[in-house]
């Protein structure tokens, strides 16, 4: 009985962490100093899958929720979709991945810190560092 009582919670709590993450809303930013001041999802996703070198995109790892949930808004693919067009970008020299930081506030930063720099991270993790053009609820 106190198995079974364990595995609900168990369960209640992953199905709870789960339905944060993908409540969280979702925003791309860029350098105070970059002249965008809007873009749609379509504009941002081509940073992202290498159709555009205009700005230098910055990602989150392979492993965060918050990067799975930003390819399936952004451009309706999932994560081995986006790792397929990389690989033929790299593998034909036509492109290089963004570069992967750790968390929301290592994008934060490393955005602040570039005038061409593009990334995304959670809406609650924005401040006056950062600009952002497109919200991804």
């Known amino acids: 009985m106190n198995k079974l009582l364990i595995q609900f919670l168990l369960a209640a709590t992953v199905m709870t962490g789960t339905a ?14 970059n002249p965008a ?11 992202f899958l290498g159709k555009s070198a ?3 995109p910055v990602d989150l790892p392979d492993n965060s929720p918050i990067r799975a949930e930003f390819y399936k808004k952004v451009a309706d693919k999932d994560l081995s979709e986006v790792k397929t067009i990389w690989s033929k970008l790299v593998f034909t020299g036509k492109g290089t991945a963004p570069k992967e930081l750790h968390n929301s506030a290592e994008v934060k ?3 602040a810190a570039n005038p061409t720099g593009i990334g995304y991270i959670e809406k609650s993790a ?3 560092t950062v600009k952002v053009v497109t919200f991804l609820p």
Do not use: G
């Open 109 to 111: 930063k490393a955005v």
């Open 37 to 47: 001041t809007a873009m749609t999802a379509t504009q941002a996703s081509q940073f």
């Open 20 to 33: 944060m993450v993908q409540a969280a809303e979702l925003v791309v930013i860029v350098n105070t100093a």
């Open 54 to 56: 205009m700005f230098t």
């Open 126 to 128: 924005v401040d006056a």
